[in-house]
């Protein structure tokens, strides 16, 4: 039986009047591939709107260009790819460059589901000694490759999935996890020691001991991309934030703010992914405790 948390119950640090560009953590996302370059940029751009103080998208070398292009306040590590623009073999070496100095890391949206990306998802979790978000093609490579078992710090680890992820992690059906997200999730968790964070309406965030279920956002998020800007939000959070559970609450419940916002200003059916980022700013402030942050 876990014990059931609410937003109140949590304390949350704001940011020293003298801090600096590394205060505020250097996150790392990557994913992204030909055809979904926005996924990466969305979660990048979130980084960046979570209060992270550096934030660098590593991406396919094919899409650099216009990862780079779209927001200039991150930095872009190129991937290696093959003559077709997908990625190819990245070697140890590059990962260990790309973790060096994190304080987050986040991997998965747009990555694609092929066996090396599979390698570099490995390599990132092993080598990682951050906190680090799975999400999309990495939780669906990590269902595949049972990569989610063996390594050590995965206490540190927080994995996104939508109950369509979930339910290729636990061979279940969507409808079995969409009927039984708390108990799921929680089971999930604690079998892993890691945090899960169910998403859809009322987002189950659960260590496996202690569960919150989100009251913040509404059905104009389910729009392509929403889910990619939790991913960097949450990096975000975490590079700034020493618990994997309350950080993870913590981006949820802004990312639905964000969303009501959106939604409040510009319709519930018209909003779009891209909206979330602008709102962020506005969620943040949001925060009664925060209110000249
Ligand atoms: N701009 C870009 O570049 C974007 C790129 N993106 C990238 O696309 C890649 C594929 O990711 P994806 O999530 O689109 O496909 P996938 O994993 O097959 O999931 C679909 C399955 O899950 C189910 N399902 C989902 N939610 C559910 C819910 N609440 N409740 C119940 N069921 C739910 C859903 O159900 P159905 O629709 O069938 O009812 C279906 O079965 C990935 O790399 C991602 O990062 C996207 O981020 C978009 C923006
Ligand atoms: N009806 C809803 N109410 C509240 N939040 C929702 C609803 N539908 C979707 N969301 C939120 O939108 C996001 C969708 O994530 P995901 O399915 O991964 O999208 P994508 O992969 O397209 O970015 C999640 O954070 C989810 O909780
Ligand atoms: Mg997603």
Redesign the pocket.
């Known amino acids: 039986m876990s014990t059931k948390i609410q937003i109140d119950d949590l304390e949350f640090a704001n940011r020293p009047v003298d801090g600096h560009k590394g205060t505020f953590g250097k996150v790392a996302v990557i994913g992204g591939s030909l055809g979904m370059s926005g996924?990466i940029t969305?979660s990048a751009t979130a980084a960046l709107r979570g209060g992270a103080g550096l934030v660098t998208a590593a991406v396919p070398q094919s899409i650099q260009a216009i990862v780079a292009g779209y927001e200039p306040s991150y930095m872009t590590v190129a991937l290696p790819t093959d003559v077709h623009g997908q990625l190819a073999a990245v070697d140890a070496d590059i990962v260990t460059e790309l973790l060096d100095g994190k304080s987050a890391v986040a991997i998965g949206?747009g990555l694609g589901q092929t066996k090396l990306a599979a390698d570099l998802v490995l390599a990132v979790l092993k080598q990682a000694d951050c906190p680090v978000v799975l999400?999309?093609d990495a939780l669906n490579l990590a269902a595949e490759f049972e990569l989610l078992h063996g390594i050590p710090r995965r206490s540190r680890w927080v994995i996104?999935?939508?109950p369509?992820?979930f339910a290729r992690l636990t061979g279940e059906s969507i409808s079995h996890v969409s009927a039984n997200r708390e108990s799921l999730a929680e089971r999930f968790a604690a079998e892993h020691e890691l945090t899960v964070?169910l998403?859809?309406?009322?987002?189950v965030v659960t260590d496996g001991s202690r569960t919150y279920v989100?009251q913040?956002?509404?059905?104009?998020?389910?729009?392509?991309?929403?889910?990619?800007?939790?991913?960097g939000l949450t990096a975000a959070v975490l590079g700034q934030h020493a618990d994997a559970l309350e950080g993870a609450i913590l981006a949820?419940y802004v990312?639905?703010i964000a969303?009501d916002l959106a939604a409040e200003a510009l319709s519930q059916r018209g909003m779009i992914?891209s909206d979330l980022l602008r709102f962020l700013s506005a969620a943040w402030r949001n925060l009664s405790h925060e209110p000249s942050d």
């Open positions: 996924s969305l949206p999400d999309a996104t999935p939508h369509g992820e964070v998403k859809g309406a009322n987002t989100n913040t956002g509404n059905s104009g998020m389910a729009t392509g991309g929403s889910g990619d800007i939790l991913t949820v990312h639905g969303g992914a």
